[in-house]
């Protein structure tokens, strides 16, 4: 991945329902490198939650890659969903994982635990994951006060997202069950991409 990809493509974006809103940098500079799509022309709907297609579609458009990947092989997508491409090239990556019947849940919304394994999935592409394990584990959750609520196979991956500046949490909550938000996806892949130095 390199910088070039981005500077290639910058076509300026404003939303006015971001305008009063805490992400307004984020969902703007990432719209307007055709990283993430508004609900229409004005309206990017922060606060809405994403769903895991979306999710990993914006993923895909982030890290540089093509969305023409193989046939997915989970089992609940069809060759005619517009997200078949990105989940494809999203597996092939090693980015994202379905349930264990197969399924993807591509139209399910995604946790925020759930992205946060992605990311950190993601970061080994970027080349930003470094790795963490055992005890720097719990005491990089530790000052989070619902990081009893973090399940077992998101825990490594959530610290390191966290640890990498990532993501920040609220209040010393992490609301790892809670869905993931739009503006919350676009400020996480914009800090991601600062800090690959793929973008300024």
Partial sequence: MTNSTYALILHQMTFVDV??????DAVNDMASRLIVSGFDEKNYQPDAAITRAEFTAILIRALGLSDNGKTSTFSDIQ????????????Q??????????GSFGANKTITRQEAMVIIARAMKLAQLYTGIHGSDVDAVLAPFTDHSEINTW???SVAAVVESGLVLGSDKRLMP??????????AIVQ???????LID
């Fill in 19 to 24: 305008e009063d809103h805490w992400s307004k």
């Fill in 79 to 90: 060759s005619s969903d517009w997200y078949v491409g990105a989940v494809a090239k999203a």
């Fill in 92 to 101: 092939e990556y090693g980015i994202v994982s379905g349930y264990e019947d």
């Fill in 191 to 197: 800090r991601m991409l600062k800090k690959a130095k």
């Fill in 177 to 186: 069950t809670d869905s993931i938000t739009r503006a919350e996806t676009a």
């Fill in 154 to 156: 998101a825990k490594q």
